[in-house]
């Protein structure tokens, strides 16, 4: 609790966008940052994608609230465009991810394919698996239940990074050969 009125923070931004803008770059300049973290010490490309994978995954499900309000539907690509340093925010951290699928591509060991087309599946199944974690859909059939392996969200990570990477390694086949 922080001991101030519900007013208070309109006091610095002229309007909720801009509070909502305020607490989006911050978390995505703190989740940009703990991605990076992970990456120390690691050389294999593999590993480092796994990290950084692993290190957004983690962030999310122990900032749910901040996770789920940085890809809401109030925090609308018209929010974004609207605050630069948001913008900004944003396309860092992306960027974090395409450089690593760069870096595997040039070391050879992931396919030679767009950059961003490789970036957008991967980020869009790890979010997707976070989101279903944090909403507890899941295991959300009591008639089917999943082994705890898929259900323990390292492991689910784990499991997902590599059936994906199978598809994403270099000498993998493209869709249609």
Sequence with gaps: MACVSHTAPYRHFPDCNALLAAIAEDGFRSLAQTM???????????DRLFSIIRAYGLFGLNNRALYRLL??????????????????????????LLE??????????????????????LWSMVHGIVSLLIEERIDCCEKQKLPSLLTDPDNLLRGIFSILLDGMKANALAPGK
């Design 36 to 46: 990076k973290a992970s990456l120390i010490d690691i050389e294999d490309p593999f």
């Design 71 to 96: 890809f809401s539907e109030q925090l609308s690509f018209g929010i974004c465009n609207d605050y630069q340093s948001l913008r900004e925010a944003t396309n860092a951290l992306f960027g974090i």
């Design 100 to 121: 690593e699928i760069s870096r595997g591509q040039s070391l050879g060991y992931l396919r030679a394919c767009p950059t961003k087309e490789l970036g957008v599946i």
